[in-house]
């Protein structure tokens, strides 16, 4: 234990040295947030004492308080703790460490530049990112291309492709379609050590900025021998359209609607990029159980 304990330890002050050296500032954010989301439900916790009675969610990422303060400051970055309702497993544990950062005025090539330079430094040799169009996967194998079409279009056509995805045929179109990517492209990522998704459907990401104004959004996940360590994504610009979308998919809570009066003052484009720290350390140890890197267990609200 005092092994891994001292491996997580210094694992953080190498990346934090990374980004101290690109001129990225260190951010501690509010855990407790004041709304959750429709996609993704956060845990509720309620609040008492004397002067408090309130209703708050533990927050399941970091993103929208970093791309607040780049109003601030052009580049942040916050190793902190989310939760997420999700079973334990080799991978996943609902209380895990992230590790985001943001900068102002950059786009999807330099988030990919950062993260490939990032991980070479930490792999200490020479890595390099495989990239899998989700775009060229679709076209050839549906025929269609995801740049022309809306994703409800997308949706009828997996749908009429794969059978098994008909009980899906009442479900919003960014689960069926986020289904398809799940079970078809990201088991492609087991062929590679470092690699990473490109070319999403506009309709996975509301936030994401549109590629060239198309059904497209430059957004990434970078993966590690099939599992995801990293995503990162461009901001849209179009904040009627990045409205619209929000809202259609049920994200349009507090957070958001904070953001987007910002930028209607303050208009400013960003890219960010958020790692599963916890994963992060599974990679360069080479270890294959996330719980290697989760301490001090029996003060944790799973243990039995």
Not at 146 to 157: A, C, D, Y
Not at 225 to 247: F, H, P, V
Request: net charge negative; hydrophobic share 35%; with cysteine.
């Amino acid at each position: 234990m005092k092994e891994l304990i001292h491996f997580k330890s210094d694992l953080m002050k190498e990346c934090r040295n990374f980004f101290y050296n690109e001129d990225f500032v260190e951010v501690n954010t509010p855990t407790l947030r004041k709304g959750t989301n429709d996609v993704f439900k956060r845990q509720e916790v309620i609040i008492e004492n004397d002067e408090i009675h309130s209703k708050a969610y533990l927050r399941d990422a970091l993103e929208w308080p970093l791309r607040y303060l780049l109003q601030h400051t052009e580049k942040v970055f916050e190793l902190g703790i989310c939760y997420r309702l999700e079973k334990p497993d080799a991978t996943h544990n609902p209380e895990f460490l992230m590790m985001t950062l943001y900068a102002a005025h950059q786009d999807i090539n330099y988030i990919l530049n950062l993260s490939q330079k990032l991980l070479t430094k930490l792999m200490k040799r020479e890595i390099s990112l495989n990239n899998i169009s989700i775009r060229d996967f679709i076209l050839a194998d549906l025929g269609i291309d995801i740049r022309e079409i809306e994703g409800n279009v997308l949706k009828e056509k997996i749908i009429a492709a794969n059978s098994h995805y008909s009980e899906y045929n009442s479900r919003p179109m960014y689960e069926v379609v986020n289904r398809y990517i799940s079970d078809k492209i990201e088991t492609l990522t087991k062929n590679y050590e470092f690699s990473y998704l490109s070319e999403y459907p506009a309709c996975t990401l509301s936030t994401a900025r549109r590629n060239n104004k198309t059904h497209t959004i430059n957004r990434i996940e970078l993966y590690y021998k099939g599992m995801e360590i990293a995503n990162g994504y461009e901001d849209e610009d179009d904040l009627t359209d990045k409205t619209t979308r929000s809202q259609s998919v049920g994200l349009y809570n507090y957070e958001e609607v904070t953001i987007t009066e910002l930028l209607k003052e303050k208009p400013q484009q960003g890219a960010l990029i958020g790692f599963g720290f916890d994963r992060l350390c599974m990679v360069v140890s080479d270890s294959n159980d996330i719980s290697n890197f989760i301490f001090a267990n029996k003060f944790s609200f799973l243990h039995k």
